[in-house]
């Protein structure tokens, strides 16, 4: 009997190191070409219409949700199921601290008020409601520190020149630590946008 209960312990051990163990290698051997690979065969999407804005780093997003699958599934999740249109501005939990939504409806910000930001605690999930809006991205090692990172607001300012697109209901963005950011710019005709914001626990 002891026998057999040593057995079963040492099965369910080995099951467990090669489950991790093909956890870490799917990590380890993402490419910039077996991650697009990834993002277009777009499994994670699980139903989700919304298109992925083509700024993303691929490879971050790639290495990422493989390494916390849960929680970005139950992001998507919140994304895909949830009435945006009826939600009412305000936080709404998905996963804890592991994740969580907040949605604002306000007048966009003129460009000259605007600034550019990056997270290290937390990636952003980006997704314009209703409306339009610009938003800016450059690469943090172009970015010059404005104000050191505050760990209390999970954020850090910079100054910089960077790319601009226009964010619409069409698809969502996503900004990882290195992935300095300047969303909220107004776009004339479009006063007030209504917008998510999901933040996601960057796994380390």
Same mark, same amino acid.
């Given at each position: 009997?002891?026998? %057999?209960?040593?057995?079963?312990?040492?099965?369910?051990?080995?099951?467990?190191?090669?489950?991790? =163990?093909?956890?870490?290698?799917?990590?380890? /051997?993402?490419? !910039? &070409?077996?991650?697009?690979?990834?993002?277009?065969? !777009?499994?994670?999407?699980?139903?989700?219409?919304?298109?992925?804005?083509?700024?993303?780093?691929?490879?971050?997003?790639?290495?990422?949700?493989?390494?916390?699958?849960?929680?970005?599934?139950?992001?998507?999740?919140?994304?895909?199921?949830?009435?945006?249109?009826?939600?009412?501005?305000?936080?709404?939990?998905?996963?804890?601290?592991?994740?969580?939504?907040?949605?604002?409806?306000?007048?966009?910000?003129?460009?000259?008020?605007?600034?550019?930001?990056?997270?290290?605690?937390?990636?952003?999930?980006?997704?314009?409601?209703?409306?339009?809006?610009?938003?800016?991205?450059?690469?943090?090692?172009?970015?010059?520190?404005? =104000?050191?990172?505050?760990? /209390?607001?999970?954020?850090? &300012?910079?100054?910089?020149?960077?790319?601009?697109?226009?964010?619409?209901? %069409?698809?969502?963005?996503?900004?990882?630590?290195?992935?300095?950011?300047?969303?909220?710019? *107004?776009?004339?005709?479009?006063?007030?946008?209504? *917008?998510?914001?999901?933040?996601?626990?960057?796994?380390?």
């Amino acid at each position: 009997m002891k026998s %057999k209960f040593q057995f079963i312990q040492c099965l369910t051990l080995l099951t467990a190191i090669i489950l991790f =163990s093909k956890i870490t290698y799917a990590q380890e /051997t993402f490419t !910039a &070409k077996t991650a697009h690979k990834w993002v277009k065969a !777009a499994s994670w999407k699980n139903g989700l219409k919304l298109n992925l804005h083509p700024s993303t780093n691929e490879l971050e997003f790639a290495k990422q949700y493989q390494a916390n699958k849960a929680v970005w599934d139950k992001a998507f999740t919140f994304l895909r199921e949830q009435d945006l249109e009826k939600l009412a501005p305000g936080k709404y939990p998905i996963d804890g601290d592991n994740a969580y939504a907040s949605i604002t409806e306000a007048p966009s910000k003129e460009f000259e008020q605007s600034g550019w930001e990056s997270h290290k605690n937390y990636i952003d999930l980006q997704y314009v409601i209703r409306g339009q809006e610009k938003i800016g991205v450059i690469p943090i090692e172009s970015a010059t520190v404005t =104000s050191p990172y505050d760990a /209390t607001k999970d954020g850090a &300012k910079y100054s910089g020149e960077g790319k601009y697109y226009i964010a619409t209901p %069409k698809e969502f963005f996503l900004f990882f630590p290195a992935d300095v950011h300047r969303p909220n710019i *107004k776009i004339e005709g479009y006063d007030v946008v209504k *917008k998510l914001v999901i933040k996601i626990k960057v796994a380390n």
